[in-house]
């Protein structure tokens, strides 16, 4: 039987979590060994056959986030190192020629242990590098994180990519562009039911309350849609470290009534279902899980194009595709779908049955095809 051990130091709240959580339950359906490094247990792992999590110590170290800055996240570095240490004592009780390192976060920590204790170590990559360099708050801190990403992906053995504007931005990094593999995200269990007949006015964000999201611009697009749409409500599910600056834009804009923040949802089905518009308005992304539910719901959808969109959208036949980040020309395709709703309608029905490829039967098995 074979051994994954996945390293992810930080359980955190988004799409990385749910592919991770998805593999693993389908590693485990597969009867392959799983050893988990992470900082906390999910109940959603609970009862998973096969699956050892090593969880790594806590440390309070407010103290140096509040002397240096909230950019230089120190949690997740020393919880990195801390994993480091588990996935070193790890190592010495697996046999070599069974196990595979699959790092899905932190990964300079990981890729530097098994680079220098030769095991075979791949690396997923989450995001578009050049697109969070490029819209990094902090840029030097930008180029230190891309010199050790140079470094990460030409020692690991395998990269793996889930969307193809990320695969290409990799491929510069690399000096052997053909270890970088695409993988597409195991996000789906099934095809939703439709019933467009529930379809009400309101349009739907849903991601972390931040700058690489940019709900500040979407705020903006629905202000001037507004204007002459009085019937029209934006909902935004979701938390994060804009939540205050964005709720006081709303208020600034007379908007209270109109642009309502609903946190995190356990079950998103609901709202999917029933919103008539599905807007993306991310600066950068690597596959946006979010984006997948949409077309899963049959949601016509509005995007920025972000890594992960033009493969969901099928580079505008399934949904919409703006080209450049500018709030008055999402505004206006805004505006046009709606003016013409039966038509991004039609064009998300007829290619909603691409979206195979991220079933988690299908993509979970490509993924024990590469490391297995």
């Known amino acids: 039987m074979k051994n994954i051990v996945i ?20 590693f485990s359906k597969k009867r392959i060994n799983i050893f988990l490094i992470t900082n906390k247990k999910d109940l959603s792992l609970k009862n998973t056959k096969n699956l050892k999590i090593l969880i790594t110590k806590k440390y309070n170290l407010n103290f140096i986030n509040n002397l240096v800055g909230k950019t230089w996240d120190f949690h997740k570095v020393i919880s990195g190192l801390r994993s ?9 009780k697996l046999q070599r020629k069974k196990t595979v390192i699959l790092s899905m976060q932190s990964s300079f920590f990981s890729v530097l242990l098994a680079f220098f204790f030769r095991w075979k170590i791949f690396v997923r990559v989450s995001e ?3 697109g969070a360099t490029k819209y990094a708050d902090n840029k030097l801190f930008a180029i230190l994180v891309l010199i050790t990403k140079f470094i990460t992906y030409n020692l690991c053995d395998k990269i793996i990519a889930n969307a193809l504007k990320s695969q290409n931005c990799i491929k510069k990094f690399v000096l052997r562009k053909n270890k970088v593999k695409l993988l597409y995200n195991p996000t789906l269990l099934k095809i939703e039911k439709k019933n467009n007949s529930l379809k009400k006015n309101y349009f739907l964000n849903v991601g972390r309350l ?8 979407l705020i903006d697009a629905f202000y001037e849609f507004y204007k ?20 006081n834009k709303v208020k600034k ?17 609901y709202i999917y279902k029933r919103a008539k518009l599905f807007v993306l308005t991310s600066y950068y992304e690597g596959m946006p899980n979010v984006l997948i539910d949409a077309v899963n719901f049959e949601t016509p959808s509005i995007a920025f194009n972000a890594s992960g969109v033009e493969d969901i959208l099928l580079n505008g036949k399934g949904g919409e595709i703006i080209k450049k980040n500018n709030s008055k020309e999402l505004a206006k395709r805004i505006k046009n779908a709606v003016s013409d709703y039966k038509k991004i309608l039609i064009k998300t029905k007829k290619y909603q049955n691409k979206i195979d490829k991220y079933y988690i039967e ?3 098995q490509r993924y024990i095809n590469l490391l297995t």
């Open 362 to 364: 299908e993509a979970g």
């Open 7 to 26: 390293f992810y130091p930080s359980f955190e709240r988004g799409g990385v979590t749910k592919v991770l959580v998805n593999l693993i339950k389908f």
């Open 128 to 130: 578009d590098p050049c």
């Open 84 to 92: 480091v240490i588990i996935l070193k004592s790890l190592l010495k």
């Open 210 to 217: 931040c700058r690489q999201k940019n709900q500040s611009m």
């Open 253 to 269: 804009l007379n908007l209270k009534k109109s642009i309502k923040f609903l946190g995190w949802q356990n079950d998103m089905s």
């Open 228 to 247: 002459n749409n009085k019937k029209y409500k934006l909902l935004l599910c979701g938390d994060g470290p804009d939540k205050e600056k964005l709720q």
